[in-house]
């Protein structure tokens, strides 16, 4: 069923805390936020948007680290510091032509259930809660912040011929920094 439904996939929509990185935030005495990213997640989204794929982040968080690390990696669909997933997810279907079963949603906690719910393909990290685990399509056998989102978006381009690159960079004119 899984690998049926990603055939329709055309944009992914990513939380940060506990997707992208692994929860944790260390906090510097001049306040600054930091979290760690992983370079495999980050060159299967460089590739995901070489290849035309929508990539949007919705985050309650906010830090201009991760403003700075996501930018760099050619994603220009950047929602932080939002309470309510659900309203800027129909804003960006609506803005992008997408419908529901174009998109896949990767979350991990409760906040990202709503829009889980409505996605076409919902997948989560080896390490979601369980609420999150019970309604989702796929769960990653990657924890969060390791793998797991590069594990959904290859299996996506896989599924649909747009994995392998002879430029292996992940590089295009429109990207300029990693």
């Not at 989204?45 to 930018?71: P, T």
């Not at 991990?108 to 685990?133: L, T």
């Amino acid at each position: 069923m899984f690998l049926t439904k990603i055939k329709a996939v055309k944009a992914f929509i990513l939380d940060i805390d506990g997707i992208l990185t692994d929860g944790t935030v260390l906090v510097t005495e001049s306040g600054d936020q930091l979290r760690k990213f992983n370079v495999r997640d980050g060159y299967a989204m460089r590739l995901a948007v070489k290849r035309g794929f929508q990539i949007c982040i919705i985050s309650g968080g906010n830090s201009a680290s991760v403003l700075f690390r996501l930018n760099g990696l050619g994603i220009t669909e950047i929602h932080l510091g939002i309470d309510k997933k659900l309203e800027v997810y129909q804003q960006f279907i609506e803005k992008h032509n997408l419908a529901p079963e174009n998109i896949l949603y990767m979350g991990d906690d409760i906040p990202d259930i709503p829009v889980m719910k409505v996605v076409g393909v919902s997948a989560c990290p080896e390490d979601a809660v369980e609420e999150v685990k019970m309604i989702s399509d796929y769960i990653s056998a990657q924890s969060g912040g390791t793998g797991c989102v590069r594990d959904v978006i290859e299996k996506v381009l896989k599924i649909q011929g747009k994995w392998y690159d002879p430029d292996p960079s992940a590089q295009d004119d429109t990207i300029t920094s990693s």
